[in-house]
Nanobody
Framework: VQLQASGGGLVQTGGSLRLSCAAS????????MGWFRQAPGKEREFVAT????????YYTDSVRGRFTISRDNAKNTVYLQMNSLKPEDTAIYYC?????????????????WGQGTLVTVSS
């Protein structure tokens, strides 16, 4: 599967963005999906994950209640709705896919990665 992330941009503190990750290829519904981010000078970190059918989700503590991951298997797309953005959310955001059940939080588990989309939150 090939992944294409989009939707990043510059937003003020407290603003919102919705990231999209479009998948090419077949059987998107057989992949669990994840969003990760990497800020300058920092390691890539987990943000959110969603199971194959969308019934299970999990978030890192710093975004829980502000971000929402969802997917539309008919459109081969996973989304990350980001509200109440903070300057510390500034990073390149990557979507990732892995052909397994449940959810996952470690980058090593995911086999496929998109190219990343930059989110900048100004103070």
């Amino acid at each position: 599967v090939q992944l294409q992330a989009s939707g990043g941009g510059l937003v003020q503190t407290g603003g919102s963005l919705r990231l999209s990750c479009a998948a090419s290829g077949r059987a998107f519904s057989t992949y669990r999906m994840g969003w990760f981010r990497q800020a300058p000078g920092k390691e890539r970190e987990f943000v959110a994950t969603i199971s194959r059918g969308g019934g299970s989700t999990y978030y890192t503590d710093s975004v829980r209640g502000r971000f929402t991951i969802s997917r539309d298997n008919a459109k081969n797309t996973v989304y990350l709705q980001m509200n109440s953005l903070k300057p510390e959310d500034t990073a390149i955001y990557y979507c990732a896919a892995d052909r397994d059940y449940g959810t996952a939080r470690t980058p090593e588990v995911f086999d496929y990665w998109g190219q990343g989309t930059l989110v900048t939150v100004s103070s």
